[in-house]
């Protein structure tokens, strides 16, 4: 991988089962893969849906992604992450 969330994948997946919005649903099988570059400040950004569900489940996945940890700098400045989100 070219980063990792600030914390660890752990503390992404914890962050994720405690906000996400859709959490006390039952499973889905929907997921939702993102594709998203890295700003100086460990931010997300261009995000784009490579893989998408129904659109409350992308809005969802995106605001995930934003509001989670940050993440840490890539070696490669333009490289993109791609990270799954499941509903």
Known sequence: LASNPVGGWDKMF???KANNAFA????????VELSFKIDRK???????????AESKYEQEAIRLLIN?????KPEKARERMTFTINF
């Open 68 to 72: 989670g940890p940050k993440w840490e």
């Open 24 to 31: 006390t649903e039952p499973q889905t099988g929907q997921e």
């Open 14 to 16: 914890d962050y994720i």
């Open 42 to 52: 460990g931010n997300p950004k261009d995000i784009e849906i490579i893989k998408g």
